[in-house]
């Protein structure tokens, strides 16, 4: 009896939903709204969260040694820095890199290049670039290498300097703004699901407020809970399912179109260039099952609440 | 001698308050027995209603108590009150169908409520429509058909699961004289074959011509319990 009152269900469902065409069509039109915003939560979410990566990539700070310092205690310091957990990467650049890269950043520059041949030695020092996870832990590791250098055996230091002091200013600033646009995109996020789901409730609701009457009799009838409530259920599912796939198709034409106007942070990027379409195409996956599942969720969770309101008869 | 029978329903000393200054029932007290046909009529606003809303267990009674079987239906647990329901078929004065399934689909739903096979919907659905002179106007919405239609759309759905009591609340109030009779026939009928019928009615010569008993109800008392009762007000 149970596949028998399944297959009843889902029917009854399925032919209530084109039955009641317009009540179905407004539904499904607030709820194609609702979801295109919760899908373009994903878009900005993903193209900030990408700008800010790009920011915190512009951030690192470099530690220069002592002319004359050992590579193997470089070497060794860049492993005990590997080792710490706020870091995410360090780059080694020897004195002789060092200088090679400058002869090529200059190689136009013939004054430059003969005052470099005029001196004995090379003047450029060995470095560690340190990249941390998070802009915010540039300090802890700054000190941690302060801490380093006032340890260094001999009382010979081979640390030189550390370039987090003169930018800790700019550091901090930048790493507010990306706490500060985390937060607030969190915040904006968190408001407009909420107005979404309260939306979409809603109309929902209101919807099946028409049906209010018709519930009475089907519980008068002799219907039990769930044989009243599943058609509406199942319709909502289908508003879900109807108003998910218009709000896909709908992100086609708005992230080709649009698409370069979101991009907040686009003059800090190595890839200006960096394209919507694309990466709708490339996630399409991921936004089709969150589409899909938060618009059959939403339809079938609020049709569920809205008949309970008027099922105790 | 004693009588044990026990009767179909029973109102014991059933009170409906909905404001302290009026009672909808004021100590109800009458039994039905299987197979009988009483009409309940009196004034608008006398009580029928709020007696029927009792016996179906959509409004409470204020005090007293009200049995189907032996058993108070008030304090029956949700899945149990389905099923009494199941036994019950009722009839409205403003029909309440459902307006978005066809004749064939109101008549049927009480069936799969019912637990009915398709195959057992398939057979009787026709049948009962057949009995009320609709099967030509099996596939029209309610919206499609006259008042009397659709009564009698509703008749068939009460009947159709073969209740042991119909409950038929005004139903020819929105009728005119022609499609009054034959709703009236139909309960007979319904009747004669065996099932308990409770009719509300203030229409005269419906009581008089069915001569059979009659509560009468004023004011939320009963005030008159007639065998074979007439219309008197």
């Known amino acids: 009896m149970f596949w028998v009152n399944t297959k009843r269900i889902l029917k009854s469902g399925f032919i209530s939903f084109f039955r009641n065409g317009f009540v179905s069509l407004a539904a499904i039109l607030v709820m194609s709204i609702t979801l295109f915003a919760v899908g373009s939560l994903l878009f900005s979410g993903a193209l900030l969260e990408d700008s800010l990566n790009e920011l915190r990539n512009k951030v690192d700070i470099n530690v220069y040694f002592v002319t004359g310092a050992e590579e193997s ?31 090529e950043k200059h190689r136009d520059d013939q004054l430059t290049l003969q005052a470099l041949e005029e001196l004995e030695e090379n003047p450029l020092r060995a470095s560690l670039s340190i990249r941390a996870k998070e802009t915010s832990q540039y300090e802890g590791i700054a000190n941690f290498l302060e801490g380093e250098s006032a340890l260094s055996v001999d009382s010979q230091s081979i640390i030189d300097n550390v370039n987090y002091f003169q930018n800790k200013e700019a550091i901090d600033n930048l790493t507010g703004i990306i706490d500060n646009s985390e937060r ?15 939306i979409t409730f809603n109309t929902i ?7 209010r009457e018709e519930i009475r009799v089907m519980k008068l009838v002799g219907a039990g809970n769930w044989y009243v409530q599943g058609p509406f259920v199942v319709s909502g599912g289908m508003y879900g399912i109807v108003s998910s796939t218009a709000a896909l198709l709908l992100f086609y034409p708005v992230t080709q179109w649009f698409g370069p106007m979101f991009y907040p942070f686009s003059f800090l990027s190595s890839t200006q260039d960096i394209n919507l379409l694309a990466y709708y195409s490339s996630n399409f996956t991921e936004i089709f099952l969150t589409t899909f599942s938060v618009g059959i969720l939403l339809g079938i969770i609020s049709s569920y609440l809205a008949v309970k309101r008027y099922i105790n008869v | 001698m004693v009588d ?18 009026s009672f909808a029932l004021d100590e109800v007290n009458f039994s039905v027995e299987p197979q009988e046909f009483i009409s309940i009529v009196g004034h608008s606003g006398a009580g029928k209603t709020t007696l029927l809303k009792m016996l179906l267990a959509e409004d409470k009674p204020t005090t007293g108590n009200v049995f189907f079987e032996s058993s108070d239906i008030h304090t029956l ?5 389905a099923k009494f329901r199941k036994r019950v078929g009722t009839i409205f004065q403003d029909f309440k169908l459902l307006p978005q399934k066809t004749a064939y689909e109101n008549v049927s739903f009480a069936m799969e409520v019912a637990g009915r096979t398709d195959k057992e919907i398939e057979s009787d659905v026709p049948h009962a429509l057949n009995l009320v002179d609709l099967e030509e106007k099996m596939w029209h919405f309610p919206h499609e058909l006259s008042g009397g239609e659709k009564q009698r759309v509703a008749i068939a759905r009460a009947i159709v699961n073969q209740p042991d009591l119909i409950i038929a609340d005004e139903p020819t109030g929105n009728l005119d004289p022609i ?12 009747n004669d074959l065996g099932t308990t019928v409770i009719l509300t009615t203030h229409n005269k010569g419906v009581i008089d011509s069915l001569g059979r008993r009659v509560i009468t109800i004023d004011q939320g008392r009963i005030v008159r319990d007639d065998k074979h009762g007439r219309y008197v007000l």
Not at chain 1, 205 to 211: G, Q
Request: proline share 3%.
């Open chain 2, 4 to 21: 044990n029978k026990v009767p179909m329903i029973y109102f014991d000393n059933v009170t409906k308050i909905y404001n302290k200054d």
């Open chain 1, 73 to 103: 205690d470089v070497l060794a310091m860049k492993t005990t820095l590997e080792a710490l957990p706020e870091v995410r990467e360090v780059e080694y650049t020897s004195s002789e890199e060092a200088l090679e890269r400058f002869r």
């Open chain 2, 179 to 190: 499609n009054t009779y034959d709703v009236v026939q139909i309960l007979k009928k319904i």
């Open chain 1, 205 to 211: 609701t209101l919807a099946i407020y028409n049906s």
């Open chain 2, 77 to 81: 647990p949700k899945s149990k009150l």
């Open chain 1, 184 to 198: 607030s995109n969190l915040m904006k996020t968190i408001l407009l699901v909420v107005i979404s789901v309260l």
